[in-house]
């Protein structure tokens, strides 16, 4: 049984940063991508980048390169989504969700089966 715990989070004043970090339990091999989602109020949820936990290869939308980075722990079990250069658009609930075998096509969140609680970011 697949569990995601999410944590960070919060409020934050325009161009500061943020840490998130989702913890994963449940899986006994590394084959599987992680990705991070958020959806805005109102809006449609939008992927924020992956991980392939197996090789550590990321990936970005396009609205976040260059101040987001998403790393994982020595132990594999933990990935952390550093966030710099805030933003109001930022200001969304963000989600880690999982899936089996590959990052291919990650931004489509119905490929994810398994999902964090999510967590509050607000910019302002």
């Known amino acids: 049984h697949v569990q995601l715990v999410e944590s960070g989070g919060g409020s934050v004043q325009t161009g500061g940063s943020l840490r998130l970090s989702c913890t994963v339990s449940?899986?006994?091999?590394?084959?599987?991508?992680l990705a991070w989602f958020r959806q805005p109020p109102g809006k449609e949820r939008e992927g924020v980048g992956s991980?392939?936990?197996?090789?550590?290869?990321?990936y970005y939308g396009d609205s976040v390169k260059g101040r987001f980075t998403i790393s994982q722990d020595a132990g594999k079990n933990t990935v952390t989504l550093q966030m710099s250069g805030l933003i109001s658009e930022d200001t969304a609930m963000y989600y880690c969700?999982?899936?089996?075998?590959?990052?291919?096509?990650?931004?489509?969140?119905?490929?994810?089966?398994?999902w964090g609680q999510g967590t509050q970011v607000t910019v302002s």
């Open positions: 449940g899986y006994t091999v590394s084959s599987y991508c």
């Open positions: 991980i392939y936990m197996a090789t550590g290869r990321t």
């Open positions: 969700a999982t899936k089996r075998l590959s990052c291919f096509n990650w931004k489509e969140s119905s490929d994810f089966d398994s």
